[in-house]
């Protein structure tokens, strides 16, 4: 199958180019440039237009539900990266994905670096998800060495990247919840990296922060929403080179805080055309777990100032099944929202941190980008989110490996 996409804005990941064109041959990039023509084969003109890389989601908790994979799916997220499940679920989503176009790739930690009565079984009992029924299944990650054998299974499972859960609960407001040390976590990191995996880590106060920086990790699943941030923080970043993925959305749904943004968006028809009636449901509900004195502006100002220190800042949204405020798809959307109007990045280094710089910190070479070569995982929307981002929900078509989504049962694509 083969296809030119002509006179359109180019966003390949990286800049934005007027008037280009794309050619697409046996689901790869083939060629990019102006005015681009090859007989028999048949051309989507579209000015007006931007052209983007798929989406690529961050940080999701799909478990095993096929239906919100399919929904981040048609708002463009193209790659999905899964932040723990149960092994059998990621082996599930990967087959799903593999067998299918009209579903994003998936990628997984599979089980998390988890400890017994530690974080997350606590929320998955809150939400009364039916994985927190298999908490037995899940790794216990106690003593260093505890590390290498956890990394072995891992290896042998498929995992994609290793994920540390260091959460002491002091942001949430909840006390008694079981942590790893961070000479545990270190020692996870060393046999983690030894094996050429990717780290990266859950914390959301200040404190479980420098830790599981001090222990090595790679990247954040989160930034913190306690206390102000410091300059140790900046410098521990700095020190891991480590990037941040804020989930400043989900992070508003612990303090209550965004619940009125949330609200206005679930009105957008380009929204309730592709959610379905439960996620815009949850809209209108906020996780509201918070300690005395935390606060979202918190968590905003401490982008700001990462990213002014020159720390990455990729996206994700930390969609979960079933969680208040957690809409798969549009999230990852009001996340890249939230990075422009609140935390200040421009338009083009929130787009980059949803393709192209999240496929190179995590080292895939086959996506995030339009360039020759690569897997024309494409996104086209109507007008231009480099002047404004919302410009993301004129979503005109949506491609997998080059096949063009035609919509899933109830929600025809156009």
Same mark, same amino acid.
């Given at each position: ?197 990717? +780290?990266?880590?859950?914390? %959301?106060? !200040?404190?479980?922060? /420098?830790? &599981?920086?001090? $222990? @090595?990790?790679?990247? =954040? ?105 957690? +809409?798969?798809?549009?999230? %990852?959307? !009001?996340?890249?929202? /939230?990075? &422009?109007?609140? $935390? @200040?990045?421009?338009? =083009? ?66």
């Amino acid at each position: 199958m083969a296809f030119i996409i002509q006179d359109v804005r180019l966003f390949d990941g990286e800049s934005v180019s007027e008037r280009q064109s794309v050619l697409v041959e046996d689901g790869v990039i083939k060629q990019v440039g102006a005015h681009l023509d090859k007989p028999g084969v048949p051309v989507i003109s579209k000015p007006g237009h931007t052209l983007l890389p798929g989406l690529i989601d961050a940080h999701s908790h799909p478990y095993r539900e096929v239906g919100f994979p399919e929904q981040a799916f048609r708002f463009g997220v193209t790659t999905l990266l899964d932040m723990q499940n149960l092994h059998e679920n990621a082996q599930q989503l990967k087959q799903w994905a593999k067998e299918r176009k009209d579903f994003p790739d998936i990628k997984s930690c599979h089980f998390s670096a988890t400890i017994a009565g530690g974080w997350p079984s606590w929320i998955e009992k809150k939400i009364n998800n039916e994985v927190a029924a298999k908490l037995d299944e899940w790794p216990n990650i106690a003593k260093e060495e505890d590390a290498e054998p956890y990394i072995q299974q891992a290896l042998a499972d498929g995992a994609d990247y290793i994920k540390l859960m260091h959460e002491s609960g002091t942001a949430l407001g909840i006390e008694g919840m079981a942590q790893p040390s961070q000479a545990v976590q270190a020692a996870v990191v060393k046999a983690a990296h030894k094996h050429g995996f990717k +780290v990266v880590a859950h914390a %959301l106060c !200040l404190k479980d922060t /420098l830790e &599981v920086l001090r $222990a @090595g990790a790679d990247g =954040l699943t989160h930034t913190f929403y306690d206390k102000p941030i410091t300059p140790e923080v900046i410098e521990a970043y700095k020190a891991n080179n480590a990037w941040l993925n804020p989930t400043l959305i989900a992070v508003g749904s612990l303090t209550g805080e965004s619940k009125e943004i949330m609200e206005f968006f679930s009105k957008d028809e380009r929204v309730r055309s592709r959610a379905s009636t439960d996620s815009l449901g949850l809209m209108h509900r906020c996780l509201h777990l918070t300690s005395p004195g935390a606060k979202w502006e918190y968590a905003i100002d401490s982008v700001r100032q990462l990213k002014a220190a020159g720390i990455d800042i990729i996206c994700g949204s930390d969609a979960a099944t079933g969680a208040p405020g957690s +809409v798969f798809g549009f999230n %990852l959307h !009001l996340e890249m929202y /939230l990075l &422009v109007e609140k $935390a @200040g990045l421009s338009p =083009l280094e929130t787009l980059r941190g949803a393709t192209s710089l999240t496929a190179k910190r995590f080292g895939w070479a086959d996506r995030g980008s339009i360039a020759p070569g690569l897997k024309a995982d494409l996104l086209l929307v109507e007008g231009n989110p480099l002047n404004d981002i919302t410009d993301l929900l004129n979503i005109r078509g949506i491609w997998r490996d080059g096949v063009r989504f035609t919509g899933h049962p109830g929600f025809p694509q156009e």
